[in-house]
């Protein structure tokens, strides 16, 4: 169906800033949403940023101000460049996409994750 694969992540002292991409690869129609989400140990997994194929954002209140969320709609790529990283960013980051194909409508699928740490 369709593949997610992510990238950037890495090791970073917290100040430093990485910028994370997710690539979407397989016979897609449309994808609607793209956006990331983060699990720290012990944690669930929660929203980071959103972005839509119109270009509205949403952002978690943790990351407003540091992180920002863009799109390439061409290449079906979303990116997460992410500054002023604090030790408490330390997660595995997840892409996501909602997307159509010819077997489903809109349904939502997942990167493997990257890992992003964060050292004090």
């Known amino acids: 169906q369709v593949q997610l694969v992510e990238s950037g992540g890495g090791l970073v002292q917290a100040g430093g800033s990485l910028r994370l991409s997710c690539a979407a690869s397989g016979i897609i129609f449309r994808i609607n949403a793209m956006g990331w989400y983060r699990q720290a140990p012990g944690k669930q997994r929660d929203l980071v940023a959103v972005i839509t194929s119109n270009g509205n954002t949403n952002y978690a209140d943790s990351v407003k101000g540091r992180f920002t969320i863009s799109r390439d709609n061409a290449k079906n790529t979303v990116y997460l460049q992410m500054n002023s990283l604090k030790p408490e960013d330390t997660a595995v980051y997840y892409c996501?996409?909602?997307?159509?194909?010819?077997?489903?409508?809109?349904?939502?699928?997942w990167g493997k994750g990257t890992q992003v740490t964060v050292s004090s």
């Open positions: 996501n996409a909602k997307a159509t194909t010819r077997d489903y409508y809109d349904m939502p699928y």
